[in-house]
């Protein structure tokens, strides 16, 4: 089933931190590599720490309380792998197995590879024996479960542990001079693709409040939550609600071919008939003219 109209735009995370590296040299930043934050204490001659360090950020592990933390964990069990092939743009592929189904989510990201994204219920993964196999014995199994879509090509592995997608979230953006922005502050779930586009956003919004109330931090710090929360807000809750439709994608899978696109359409809950008659005017009228 092929669907008109959904945008896709993609870059390699590497040729992305380049670009950003040059960047920063561009204006002036000082880059420090090879160098692990251990504490807070280390940082304490700065006005502002801007805790940029991702979901498992040192910074705010050290004030969980105080930041209003929560953290809850999808049931579904993913693994994330790359492949030499160049897949078109977003594809989802979905296949009964004797274990139960899977469903990989693959997009290239150059002109020769792809991501390649394994996912499954639990008891899915159980049965299949993924509990106690390694990682390459595991890369080898999805292969095996995706060989059609895979052309045989083997999967490329870089630390593809089995995972379950974390939910986590904070009610206060910032304590004291410190500050979270991107993964460090929020999750959303990688299946609307938006986890890279908040953190860079958030920066901006950071950059802009500061701007606005250069003599006042803790001001634009509160600025920064008031502005940004809203947005953030709407975007995570529409990636939970599509996280929400993967972990019931095996009745999905008992819909035809059309009614499962529709499903998968408004698996966020932010699409109408009347958007999605705009910009998937083609799906739509195979959709609406079926009956
Ligand atoms: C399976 C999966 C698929 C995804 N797919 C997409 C996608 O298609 N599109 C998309 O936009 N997003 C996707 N994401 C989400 C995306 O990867 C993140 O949202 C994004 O990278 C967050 O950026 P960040 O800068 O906040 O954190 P990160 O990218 O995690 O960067 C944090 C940085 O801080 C450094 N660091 C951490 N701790 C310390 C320390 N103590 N001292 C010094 N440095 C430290 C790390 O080395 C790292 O460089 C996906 C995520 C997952 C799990």
Redesign the pocket.
Known sequence: MTIDGVGFSSIGRLHLLQLLQERALAVGAELIFD???QSVDELADFDLIVA?????S?VRRGFEGDFGMSLSYLPNK?A?YGVETPFDTLTQTFVETAYGPFNAHHYRYTSTMSTF?VECARETWERAGFATMGEAESAQKCAEIFADTLGGKPLITNKSNWRNFPLMWNDRWSHLNMVL????LHTSH?SI?????L?LEDVIALVEALEAQPDDMPAALQAYEAARKPIVQKIVTAATSSARWYENFADHMKLSPLEFGYAYMIRSGRIDDDRLRKFAPGFMAKYEGQG
């Not at 922005?181 to 460090?184: P, Q, T």
């Open positions: 160098t692990v934050v940029s360090d991702g979901v498992n040192v993913f994330w994204l922005v991107g993964d460090a990688f693709g938006s986890g890279t586009r953190a």
